[in-house]
């Protein structure tokens, strides 16, 4: 059975809106705390300004991810260009992995040392930024698990660490400012805790890209849907083998029917093909099915599954 592309869908063209979105958005919230944080004598709301100009980064990484994805296979891409997708999520974490590690080196820089506490005024862009922040995490969230995009999932849970940062800065600054004398160092110690957590959010997201790239198989009950799907077609007795993996938005599946062994070729290969195009048209996560035609009860000559 060949390939054929399915085409571009709205699945890439929406995903690279919402990364563009959240490029504009992240870059204006970028330049508020790091220019207010630097008047306002912050570490903490610098740090965040720091990791908000990272996900200016991350996010054009998305979307180079997405644009690649899209375009259709090739002569030397048989299987399209999707695993790049997976590999912008991979980079992505790797940079939130370094640049939290900068950010905690830099926060916890001169910390005995006294200083005047920062303004009140630090506090409003970071309080903006846990706002738009929580509903660009969850839409990006949504979208990214709707359409299997690993790396838009990845640039939410990067949202996120905005969200828990944000709030870090808030409770650092307030510290500061409510009791100098004993919290005076809480603002650089906020910022840390900010660049570690977004060093642990690195590490994850590269463990989950990871494993897309190392062909891991999707959870039973995605296998049990195929085979399901695979069985509805009049002639296709039995699955013997079914795998599937990853490559960007969806999946490729290899699929090992069973049809009668007194069946003529031209009619096994019938089925196989009503077979695939049901797979496809029952679950939209399939790219495309390479059907393998067996002879139904006779498994022993072929190896166990």
């Given at each position: 059975m060949r390939y054929i592309h399915s085409g571009v869908g709205k699945a890439e063209t929406q995903g690279a809106r919402i990364a563009v979105a959240s490029m504009v958005i992240s870059g204006s919230l970028a330049v508020a705390k790091l220019?207010?944080?630097?008047?306002?004598?912050?570490?903490?709301?610098?740090?965040?300004?720091?990791?908000?100009?990272?996900?200016?980064?991350?996010?054009?990484?998305?979307?180079?991810?997405?644009?690649?994805?899209?375009?259709?296979?090739?002569?030397?891409?048989?299987?399209?260009?999707?695993?790049?997708?997976?590999?912008?999520?991979?980079?992505?974490?790797?940079?939130?992995?370094?640049?939290?590690?900068?950010?905690?080196?830099?926060?916890?820089?001169?910390?005995?040392?006294?200083?005047?506490?920062?303004?009140?005024?630090?506090?409003?862009?970071?309080?903006?930024?846990?706002?738009?922040?929580?509903?660009?995490?969850?839409?990006?969230?949504?979208?990214?698990?709707?359409?299997?995009?690993?790396?838009?999932?990845?640039?939410?849970?990067?949202?996120?660490?905005?969200?828990?940062?944000?709030s870090v800065a808030l409770a650092a600054v307030g510290l500061a400012l409510y009791d100098p004398e004993h919290f005076l160092s809480a603002d650089r110690y906020g910022g840390a805790i900010i660049g570690g957590i977004v060093v642990l959010l690195g590490i994850r997201v590269v463990h989950e890209t990871s494993l897309t790239l190392m062909d891991t198989m999707p959870g039973e009950e995605m296998m049990a849907s195929i085979r399901q799907s695979a069985l509805k077609v009049r002639g296709a007795l039995d699955v013997e083998k079914c795998y599937a993996r990853k490559t960007g938005l969806r999946y490729h599946v290899d699929l090992h029917l069973e049809v009668d062994p007194e069946m003529t070729v031209r009619r096994s290969h019938a089925i196989a093909e009503q077979v695939r195009n049901r797979v496809k048209q029952d679950l939209a996560w399939v790219e495309d099915v390479l059907v393998h035609v067996e002879p139904y009860g006779e498994r022993g000559f072929h190896g166990e599954s």
């Amino acid at each position: 059975m060949r390939y054929i592309h399915s085409g571009v869908g709205k699945a890439e063209t929406q995903g690279a809106r919402i990364a563009v979105a959240s490029m504009v958005i992240s870059g204006s919230l970028a330049v508020a705390k790091l220019i207010v944080g630097w008047l306002a004598g912050s570490a903490s709301v610098v740090a965040d300004g720091v990791e908000s100009a990272g996900d200016v980064l991350a996010s054009s990484i998305v979307l180079l991810g997405l644009t690649v994805a899209a375009r259709p296979p090739d002569k030397n891409h048989p299987y399209g260009h999707g695993r790049f997708e997976t590999l912008t999520g991979l980079v992505t974490g790797l940079g939130l992995a370094l640049a939290g590690a900068g950010i905690i080196w830099s926060s916890l820089q001169d910390t005995s040392l006294r200083h005047a506490p920062p303004a009140a005024f630090a506090l409003y862009p970071v309080a903006a930024s846990v706002a738009l922040k929580g509903v660009m995490a969850a839409l990006k969230l949504r979208v990214g698990r709707r359409i299997r995009s690993s790396a838009l999932v990845a640039d939410a849970w990067n949202d996120t660490v905005d969200i828990f940062s944000g709030s870090v800065a808030l409770a650092a600054v307030g510290l500061a400012l409510y009791d100098p004398e004993h919290f005076l160092s809480a603002d650089r110690y906020g910022g840390a805790i900010i660049g570690g957590i977004v060093v642990l959010l690195g590490i994850r997201v590269v463990h989950e890209t990871s494993l897309t790239l190392m062909d891991t198989m999707p959870g039973e009950e995605m296998m049990a849907s195929i085979r399901q799907s695979a069985l509805k077609v009049r002639g296709a007795l039995d699955v013997e083998k079914c795998y599937a993996r990853k490559t960007g938005l969806r999946y490729h599946v290899d699929l090992h029917l069973e049809v009668d062994p007194e069946m003529t070729v031209r009619r096994s290969h019938a089925i196989a093909e009503q077979v695939r195009n049901r797979v496809k048209q029952d679950l939209a996560w399939v790219e495309d099915v390479l059907v393998h035609v067996e002879p139904y009860g006779e498994r022993g000559f072929h190896g166990e599954s």
